[in-house]
């Protein structure tokens, strides 16, 4: 089995899109696991009807038992996080390491569980997506996404499918790590301007330290042509595989709106997709 | 006045919109805490003055000879980062999070606090606009601390704060004590997913805010119908037209060469300022 992953370094550079098209040229081989677990889209489009659910136990967050708190303030100047005022603990900063719990002198602290989100296994147009939601403002995103990798695995050994389709989440912190790890490609979204250049060196950077091969994909590689020259000699000297561009495409809007993804409509961009899964084939 | 930028989905012209209010106001500091993907920055490319400083978390370092193997601070520790075998103690050092838990609990005193880099902290000017941002080193999960510690630098009167995509713990630290937070995105059925999951978490912590919708003329009316329904102010639209677009690829501030933009970024800020009074 393998496992390819989407992902970008700068945010709206196409990754969902591009991850949505895959997943119906993928069709029957594939099973779809949307990672972007704090701002996930690709529900959108691909219309999941949810199958099962799963409850997410994110960090375990401390609570000051009003009745028995002494109001010392030991457990204030011990939190590293300032997650505690007033005798209060914020459930928003705190990150469950319990040290508020060590050196409380009245036993009024206690960790409690949170349900942080859920996860769950959906049936699409395309075969089964796993997916995610995390409530708002919670932690461990990093968790959740390692919860919904886990499921993908099962689910594609149950349905016996060869591929794993990963839609990541920008940047190149804790959930693109738990995203990327143990992944056989890396399709790199990214864009011709100056942040797109230097997001990509970075995330290109994570590749390669996790060991997963990149492949480099530029969408609206025609609205800064010259921007793009420089991406793929960046990538040349690099040695990083370039998968093809994408044209910058009114229609890719549309396709939003209507949800639908870039090979079930015509269009320049469905065309050049085609192409990029091409080049992913012949590496997988 | 401390005002943050953010928008749940990526992409959507938080940079553009920090940038530009920033030039356009003048006298103001501006703060980049999207530390994966700092980009601010790279729009003042005549910035000068930088320095910069290491950031750095506590870890645990281990007196091998005073410990005894007796397993306390592996079984404390929260997120799985010591692991105690017969011969020694291995620290898993990218799962800690410096709470200093497992000192307390040693019986035997072994274990004393270091430091370990986990990201840079710039600073430079350009002009009357002062820049701080934040740079997480590559392969570095934790992007909290530094956020955290970006923040503690920032001192000026008004600040901006640039946050990072998404609504996880990133953005909370973000703009956790903003007295105004500018939700930027787009009018797709992606933006307005991303953008109402952000409206919840503002909203949850308290902090007032308004919409700017970029990339305006594209996509539905999704985004207008829903902040009329949620009776969310928007402040203001930038259009989707390829001289922006083009300007924003080339790292060039839209409003220097747009020059009435000066003004609609300015009157951007007197709507803030209205709306906390």
Not at chain 1, 189 to 197: F, K, L, Q, R
């Amino acid at each position: 089995m393998k496992q390819l992953v989407v992902i970008s370094g700068k945010g709206g550079t196409g990754k969902t899109t591009m991850t949505a098209s895959l997943a119906s040229l993928a069709e029957g081989v594939a099973v779809v696991a949307d990672c972007d677990v704090d701002a996930p889209d690709l529900h959108l489009i691909l219309k999941p009807e949810i199958r099962e659910t799963f409850d997410f136990l994110g960090l375990q967050t401390a609570r000051i038992d009003p009745e028995k708190c002494t109001e010392c303030g030991e457990c204030e100047k011990a939190c590293r996080f300032d997650a505690i005022h007033d005798f209060r603990v914020d459930p928003r900063s705190c990150e469950g390491c319990k040290v508020c719990t060590l050196v409380c002198p009245s036993e009024a602290i206690t960790m409690v569980d949170s349900v942080s989100g859920h996860a769950y296994v959906s049936e699409t147009r395309f075969g089964t997506m796993v997916h995610a939601d995390l409530f708002p403002g919670e932690e461990a995103s990093g968790k959740l996404v390692t919860m919904v990798r886990d499921l993908s695995f099962k689910v594609a050994e149950r349905e016996k499918k060869d591929l794993i389709l990963i839609d990541g989440s920008p940047g190149i912190g804790c959930p693109v790590i738990a995203s990327i790890t143990g992944t056989d490609i890396a399709l790199v979204m990214t864009e011709p301007s100056i942040s797109g250049a230097h997001d990509l060196e970075r995330i290109l950077g994570v590749a390669e330290h996790f060991g997963v091969e990149a492949l480099v994909c530029v969408n609206k590689f025609d609205l800064n042509p010259e921007m793009t020259d420089r991406i793929e000699t960046l990538c040349r000297k690099l040695g990083v595989g370039l998968a093809g561009n994408l044209p910058f495409d009114p229609g890719v809007v549309e396709a939003m709106i209507s949800g639908k993804t870039l090979v079930e409509v015509e269009g320049p961009v469905g065309d050049a997709i085609r192409s990029v899964w091409d080049q992913i084939k012949k590496k997988l | 006045m401390i005002i943050s930028v953010a928008s749940g989905k990526g992409g959507t012209g938080k940079t553009l919109v920090t940038t530009n209010l920033a030039a356009s106001i003048g006298d103001v500091e501006l703060v980049d805490c999207d530390v994966e993907e700092p980009n601010s920055y790279l729009f003042f490319p005549d910035r000068e003055e930088e320095v910069s400083f290491d950031c750095t978390v506590k870890i645990p370092v281990i007196d091998e000879d005073k410990c005894t193997r007796c397993g306390r601070c592996s079984e404390f520790c929260a997120y799985n980062a010591l692991a105690v075998f017969p011969q020694n103690v291995l620290l898993f050092k990218e799962l800690c999070h410096g709470c200093g838990g497992c000192a307390l609990v040693c019986p035997e005193g072994a274990i004393s606090e270091g430091a370990r880099p986990i990201g840079k902290i710039f600073r430079a000017r350009s002009g009357d606009v002062r820049l701080l941002w934040g740079e997480l080193n590559v392969g570095e999960p934790m992007a909290t601390p530094l956020i955290r510690s970006v923040k503690a630098e920032a001192k000026g009167n008004l600040i901006l704060i640039d946050s990072p995509p998404g609504t996880a713990c990133p953005v909370i630290e973000a703009v956790r004590g903003s007295d105004f937070c500018l939700l930027v995105t787009e009018p797709t059925p992606f933006g307005l997913y991303d953008l109402s999951i952000a409206v919840q978490v503002v909203r949850e912590m308290e902090i007032p805010c308004g919409v700017v919708v970029n990339r305006s003329g594209i996509g539905d009316r999704g985004v207008y119908d829903y902040c009329e329904k949620e009776n969310i102010p928007i402040l203001l639209e930038i259009p989707m037209t390829r001289k922006i677009a083009e300007l924003y690829s080339r790292g060039i501030l839209f409003s220097r060469e747009m020059t009435e933009w000066q003004e609609r970024f300015a009157g951007l800020l007197g709507e803030v300022e209205e709306a906390i009074r």
